[in-house]
């Protein structure tokens, strides 16, 4: 759905449920993920949809995903780091991390 | 009884929550008399969502030539802010930071990660900026809708471009310039759906004064640019929907009863912004509605101190807290500086009277801008199965039942339906709910009641605040026995 207007320099990768993702550094888990094309963040604990990212600035939390398997974790706010693991937040976070 | 133990001492003079054009240009002022300033913000970088990636961007100089033109002259205007912030040592700036309370006697209370405390001055600005508003239409959940800020933010952050088939709803000068933005990096939207009509724009005239001039000359040209590049446009939308089973497959726009149907890979909408209210409202600030704007604001006082709302409060004393920018009231990015500098002055007392000509005067343009462009997608209250509460997935028929029964509390409807208990606390959805129940009642809207945080709080952070007070810490039960580790 995106795509790069200035190349990406030199990339750090991050991982989201196992694929390698190349990341600019110092942007954010969310719009790495959006360039890469991944066709969701989080699946909904109501119904099980797919959501990706609605406002990107912190405010809808459609951007939640687990983070080094810390769940429900703002991606649109959170920093890109090298060897970070994502994974898709598949309904509600559990207590203590995981989804 | 221990002796009663000290309050804690003051971090800094001011604590300014945001560092966008109104946070910047407030700590500059403060910094530079000598007032020591603690800046927070949740973006990893100054400029706020206006000039968000500016320093980034300006950085990579050429290799971010083409995108730099293509944002335009507006925001590169944030250089120079930007800079005098950075350039502005004393000023202690604190990046990826979430406050998730505020206390009327200066308290603020921060997140970074999965460390949290309480930060302490004798005064707060409260610069936390506008969201957009909230637009409930069928389909408004599916991936590929996004908001024109989200867009940007993606463009500006992100230094990316959207692929495939665009399309744009919404009013608005924002979606002009983005549509232009666009369509410099080579996108040509497939449809620009506009619910403004003509008459608005003739109906704003008389509120038209020559300092809007030179913003409106520059939509014009936007919307020269736009027509003459044959993006195709439709006015006086009256209604949106998108459809896709997994994504958003295509927009149907509605003009009354005639119905349009775009393939699209991307739905980008927008309907202006309002003020962000979270972090006022649970510090206790009289909440009003704005009819003209259709929104809620934080009351404030001339110079900007905020009014706290009548009944009990958890601290008592004077309120120490001051709005500033478009948290205080909308007026774009130029308006937000001003105001800043001018909540500077006025916590300096020094050159107030003028600093708050020069604030009113750059306010004017939004006049005319806020009658042209009136809210348009969420005009009608959504019906049927439309999605009010994003996070908990309820519809309309769901509140407009408990509504019609009788519910119309909206903290009662809260606790009935789960409207507003999802992790965005109620950001999304509670002006519509707030709108369906005033069609009822008749009065004015009304929100939820907030309470800290107001942002989710990890147990494992608040388990470990640092920068407790030491006297909330204790608390003589009614047996007189003491209990200990209780913050209130
Ligand atoms: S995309 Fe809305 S909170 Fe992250």
């Given at each position: 759905m995106f795509a790069s207007v200035v190349p990406i320099g030199h990339p750090v990768t991050i991982h989201f449920d196992g694929r390698p993702i190349p990341a600019r550094e110092g942007e954010t888990v969310a719009a790495c993920l959006m360039r890469a094309g991944v066709p969701a963040f989080r699946r909904t604990p109501v119904s099980g949809g797919p959501r990706l990212p609605y406002?990107?600035?912190?405010?809808?939390?459609?951007?939640l995903v687990e983070i080094e398997g810390q769940g429900s974790q703002q991606a649109c706010l959170v920093g890109v780091a090298e060897g970070m693991r994502i994974r898709l937040q598949n309904g509600a976070a559990g207590v203590g991390g995981g989804a | 009884m221990p002796p009663f133990p000290d309050a804690p001492k003051p971090d800094a003079d001011v604590i300014v929550i945001g560092a966008g054009p109104a946070g910047m240009a407030a700590s500059v002022d403060l910094a530079r008399a000598g007032r020591r300033v603690i800046v927070l913000d949740m973006q990893p970088g100054p400029g706020g969502q206006i000039y968000r990636g500016l320093e980034a961007n300006l950085a990579e100089g050429a290799a971010a030539g083409a995108l730099m033109t293509a944002l335009g002259p507006a925001y590169a205007a944030g250089a120079d802010l930007i800079r005098a912030f950075r350039g502005t040592e004393s000023i202690d700036f604190r990046p990826g930071h979430t406050v998730w309370e505020v206390r009327r006697d200066g308290t603020v209370g921060w997140l970074q990660g999965t460390k949290a405390g309480y930060l302490r001055a004798a005064h707060v600005v409260l610069a936390n900026g506008a969201m957009e508003r909230p637009v409930p239409f069928?389909?408004?959940?599916?991936?590929g809708v996004m908001t024109a800020g989200a867009v940007q933010t993606l463009l500006k952050a992100g230094q990316m471009k959207p692929l495939g088939r665009v399309a744009i709803a919404g009013t608005g000068p924002l979606v002009f310039l983005l549509a232009d933005q666009f369509r410099r990096l080579g996108v040509r939207p497939v449809m620009l759906a506009r619910t403004d009509r003509l008459r608005d724009q003739i109906g704003a005239l008389p509120r038209l004064r020559l300092p809007a001039v030179p913003s409106l000359a520059k939509g014009a040209g936007w919307l020269a640019r736009l027509r003459l590049a044959g993006i195709p446009m439709a006015r006086g939308v009256t209604g949106i929907e998108a459809v896709g089973a997994t994504k958003v497959e295509a927009l149907r726009l509605w003009r009354g009863r005639q119905l349009t149907e775009v393939a699209c890979d991307l739905l980008v909408v927008h309907d202006g912004v309002v003020p962000s209210i979270d972090l006022a409202q649970g510090a206790g600030a009289r909440i009003e509605w704005n009819q003209g704007l259709q929104a809620w604001q934080a009351a404030t006082e001339e110079d900007g101190v905020m009014v706290p709302a009548p009944g009990a409060s958890l601290v008592d004393g004077p309120c120490r807290i001051l709005m500033s920018g478009d948290a205080r009231q909308i007026g774009g990015a130029e308006a937000a500086m001003a105001h800043g500098r001018h909540v500077a002055a006025v916590l300096l007392a020094q050159g107030q009277s003028a600093s708050r000509t020069r604030l009113r005067k750059s306010l004017l343009p939004r006049r005319f801008l806020e009658a042209a462009f009136p809210?348009?997608?969420?005009?009608s209250l959504p019906t049927g199965n439309t999605t009010v509460c994003r996070c908990e997935e309820i519809d309309a028929a769901g509140l407009d039942g408990l509504i019609r029964a009788g519910a119309q509390d909206i903290d009662q409807i809260r606790g009935l339906?789960?409207?507003?208990?999802?992790?965005?606390?109620?950001?999304?959805c509670a002006v519509t709910l707030a709108r369906m129940i005033a069609a009822q009642t008749g009065r004015a809207p009304v929100p939820f009641r907030a309470r800290p945080p107001v942002r989710p709080l990890p147990l494992a952070a608040l388990a470990a605040l640092a920068g407790r007070d030491p006297r909330l810490t204790e608390i003589v039960s009614l047996d007189d026995k003491p209990v200990v580790g209780v913050d209130v």
């Open positions: 406002c990107m600035i912190g405010h809808c939390f459609d951007c | 069928p389909g408004w959940t599916l991936p809210p348009g997608l969420s005009a339906s789960r409207c507003g208990m999802g992790p965005c606390q109620g950001r999304h």
